[in-house]
């Protein structure tokens, strides 16, 4: 074989090696492709829940008792706290982080907060404020408890609807111990709201009058910052190599 004849033998080989590996190339951009095409429409299909989950009546509502009472609403809520605590949230990098600012934030609304995370079929004291004001209880006791979700108390009210809770106390059978276990304080009204992320109840945010004889106020206000949460939570856990922690 001429020095002419082994040039044209190695380009030729040379073409086939590149044509195949370009073949195998546009094949990798194509699954790419429709990888990302299927998370961009499993997200636009999450986010659109979270739009129809937003109960706009309240949200009006809220904005025109803001309006009224030149910036405080009539159940409590403050539109300008309500903008700052989602502010915060919006600067949580990981699920912890605006878990935690979801916590503190709400605490401004109600005397007792508290955030239950679902784990093993049980309701877990993640976090909590308020209840240092508790006789023989603390914020940090909250980590000790642990309900049975299959209990008749407030959480498996809105784990199996899916809806938030607000009124009195005594409405579920179970509610009596769970109340006990958390600072030994019957409050007159309750309020509590699932976190529902990528269509599970993931946690409950769990809110109550405390030793007040006034019922609990400033619920839309939760609700807001609660759904707001949720979206930024689904929003951050489906970002490629971010550090989103656990619940």
Not at 80 to 102: K, P, Y
């Amino acid at each position: 074989m001429d020095q002419d004849q082994l040039r044209a033998k190695t380009l030729a080989l040379f073409h086939s090696l590149v044509s195949t590996w370009a073949n195998d190339l546009r094949g990798d951009v194509l699954v790419l492709q429709d990888t990302l095409n299927r998370e961009l429409d499993a997200l636009q299909e999450r986010m659109a829940k979270y739009e129809e989950s937003i109960d706009e009546d309240k949200l009006v509502a809220f904005s025109e008792e803001v309006g009224d009472t030149g910036g405080t609403g009539g159940d409590g809520g403050n539109l300008a706290l309500v903008r700052q605590a989602m502010a915060r949230l919006d600067e949580g990098q990981s699920l912890t982080d605006i878990l935690t600012v979801l916590v503190g934030e709400v605490g401004q609304f109600v005397p007792r907060v508290a955030l239950f995370v679902l784990k093993g079929g049980s309701c877990i004291g993640w976090a909590g404020e308020g209840f240092d004001q508790t006789p023989g209880f603390s914020n940090d006791a909250l980590k000790r408890i642990s309900v049975p979700a299959s209990a008749d108390t407030v959480f498996r009210a809105v784990i199996d609807s899916k809806q938030s809770y607000f009124g009195e106390s005594a409405v579920h059978h179970d509610n009596v111990q769970l109340l006990t276990r958390i600072g030994n304080v019957l409050p007159s009204s309750i309020f509590a709201t699932p976190l529902v992320l990528r269509d599970r109840v993931a946690a409950v945010l769990y809110a109550d009058s405390g030793d007040s004889h006034d019922s609990l106020e400033g619920t839309e206000a939760l609700e807001i910052l609660s759904v707001y949460a949720c979206r930024l939570l689904d929003l951050r856990s489906g970002k490629p190599g971010r550090s989103t922690g656990e619940i």
